[in-house]
Each structure stands twice: as C-alpha cells, then as structure tokens.
Nanobody, 125 residues
C-alpha cells in the first residue's frame, strides 16, 4: 500500500521560492518513478515534473521548465519539488504521484496509479 502525503504548501510571494515534499507512509517509493501534477482553479490537472527511481532522468512540463526542480531522497522515502521564481499562474493544488516505471511520455494523469491528497500553493503578486 502506497499512501502519499504532500507538505510544504502555503503562501509565497512572486519571485520567491518554496519547496514541496512528498513522503509515503506505507510501502517505500524507492522503486517507483515519482512526479508532480497541479490543478489550478477552473482548470484540469497539469503535468509538472517526473523523476526516475534512480534520479538519473527527469522530465518537466513546459510551464515550469527552468524554474522548478524535482528531486528525491530514497533513503528518506521523499520526493521534492523546488519552486523558484513562482508567479501567479503557479497558484494551484499540487499533487504528488507515483507509477511503477519511468517513461518520458508519462505526462497524463491516467499514467499514474498513486496520488496524494494535494497541497495548496498560492502565489501573491
């Protein structure tokens, strides 16, 4: 059983930085590819980032490329999303996701088996 729990959300100023964390309270996430999605008000779920189980490969959505960084620490059973220079368009609920294997093409919500409950990020201008 994999239960993903996000933390670190909150209010951040535009141009600042924020780091989200995701841990699993059940089975280890070490063997899984992990990622992040978000849902902004009135919009569908948007792919943000994906990282392979060994951290060797990553993939990012166009909206965050160059600003956000995904990383993981398998020893701590934790995945991170470092958000730098956020803007108002980054305001959303951010979800941690997991899937058994990595593929660069896994950018759709249906590609992921495990989802966290989400954490709200609000960017103030």
């Amino acid at each position: 059983q994999v239960r993903l729990v996000e933390s670190g959300g909150g209010l951040v100023q535009a141009g600042g930085s924020l780091r989200l964390s995701c841990t699993s309270s059940g089975r280890t996430i070490g063997g899984m590819a992990m990622g992040w999605f978000r849902r902004a008000p009135g919009k569908g779920r948007e792919f943000i980032a994906l990282i392979s189980s060994n951290s060797l490969v990553t993939n990012y959505g166009d909206a965050v490329k160059g600003r956000f960084t995904i990383s993981r620490d398998n020893a701590k059973n934790t995945v991170y999303l470092q958000m730098n220079s956020p803007n108002a368009e980054d305001t959303a609920v951010y979800y941690c996701v997991g899937t058994p294997s990595y593929s660069r093409t896994k950018t759709q919500p249906g590609d992921y088996i495990y989802w966290g409950q989400g954490t709200q990020v609000t960017v103030s201008s």
